[in-house]
């Protein structure tokens, strides 16, 4: 992602963020708005560091986040040997 303005902001996100709040983004040159329909947005991401960029709460309070945790050894072989049972 780009680095953020002096105001804090990233112009590519806050251009899904407008989207996303107006449904439509306004055609300058035929002075009318340019609707998009049956758009939807799917996203993932990893923690901020290492070159990636922490995104702004403006744009993250628009996603239903979820948080994961790595499963333990146990925890994965019990999974898969369920999954194998039941075909097998």
Request: without cysteine; aromatic residues 14%.
């Amino acid at each position: 992602m780009p680095r953020k303005d002096k105001y804090g902001s990233q112009p590519p996100l806050e251009l899904i963020r407008q989207w996303m709040d107006y449904g439509f983004w306004y055609d300058r040159a035929k002075l009318a708005p340019n609707i998009i329909e049956n758009l939807q947005f799917l996203s993932a991401m990893g923690k901020p560091g290492g070159g990636r960029a922490e995104i702004s709460m403006r744009l993250t309070s628009k996603f239903h986040i979820l948080n994961f945790t790595i499963p333990t050894d146990q925890q994965v072989k019990r999974i898969f040997e369920t999954i194998i049972l039941y075909w097998f």
